[in-house]
């Protein structure tokens, strides 16, 4: 069976000023895959992570989704095309209740949603927030209580659930598992394989080295700005992929088709 790729940036360069983030970087991901984005602190993770997500305008380079090039003038664009990021200080308002926080945004589709709901329009919006959550593996207590009064990896969990609910195509995961213990941890690695088994595209930044191999397809190394290995997770060992991301070994630049 041959995989739809979703999601491919072409040879996108940035900058800062005098300061090369980005050096001809190609990634591509698949309908139904996980690509695992990982390298040492100032590698460009986060850059290329803001390029997809639409935040930054590439210097060179150029973005396709579904084949079709697109160039993002901000985050509200990619959001709207169908690619959800979720940063790692993610941001759920946390005074309104978990059901709030998974509608909030989508007003914007239905003007006034929250002003205007009565009790059993709010009764429906908590189930179907309940149902969402449950279906990426999500048991929240009740959707009807403050996020605030939820524990860190309760708002992680609820946060990647909201992102994976409403991503159509492609969702980005900076950091997802930081600051989590490790039943939380493995919670958020199953919202990961939800997503997947939705057939969206998922990129997965972290340093946490047994958890990209845990879950991801694919890993994509970047080292001082340029991808240095893309390749099957099933070719990599622990050691390999740290000799990899330190370049404290041969690590040949590949590409996988
Ligand atoms: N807004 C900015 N202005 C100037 N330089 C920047 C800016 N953002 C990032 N850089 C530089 O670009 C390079 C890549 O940084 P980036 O944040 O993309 O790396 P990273 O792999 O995400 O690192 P980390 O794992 O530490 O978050 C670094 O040298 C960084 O100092």
């Given at each position: 069976m041959t995989k739809t790729v979703i999601y491919e940036a072409h040879d996108v360069s940035k900058s800062y000023g005098s300061v090369?983030?980005?050096?001809?970087a190609s990634l591509r991901v698949h309908a139904g895959e996980v690509v695992g984005l990982v390298g040492d602190n100032g590698a460009g993770k986060s850059t290329l992570v803001k390029v997809l997500s639409g935040a930054h305008q590439p210097t060179s380079g150029r973005l396709e989704l579904d084949g079709v090039e697109h160039v993002w003038g901000s985050p509200r664009d990619a959001l709207e095309a169908g690619i959800e990021t979720l940063y790692q200080?993610?941001?759920?308002?946390?005074?309104?209740t978990v059901s709030q926080n998974l509608f909030l945004g989508r007003e914007v589709m239905s003007p006034g949603i929250l002003g205007k709901l009565g009790f059993l329009a709010r009764r429906r919006m908590e189930k179907e927030a309940h149902d969402d959550l449950e279906r990426v593996g999500i048991a929240v207590?009740?959707?009807?209580?403050?996020?605030?009064?939820?524990s860190g990896g309760q708002r992680q969990a609820v946060a990647i659930g909201r992102a994976v609910s409403w991503a159509r195509k492609v969702i980005i995961l900076d950091?997802?598992?930081?600051?989590?213990?490790a039943r939380q941890a493995g919670e958020v690695l199953n919202v990961i394989r939800a997503a997947k088994a939705k057939g969206l595209g998922v990129i997965f930044i972290s340093h946490t080295l047994p958890h990209v191999l845990e879950v991801t397809d694919r890993i994509v190394v970047l080292r001082l700005g340029r991808i240095v290995r893309d390749a099957?997770?099933?070719?990599?060992?622990p050691d390999s992929l740290i000799a990899a991301i330190t370049g404290s070994a041969d690590a040949e630049p590949t590409t996988d088709a």
């Open positions: 090369k983030a980005l050096t001809g200080d993610s941001s759920l308002a946390p005074h309104l207590p009740a959707s009807s209580r403050p996020v605030s009064a939820l950091e997802p598992t930081n600051h989590l213990g099957p997770t099933s070719e990599f060992t």
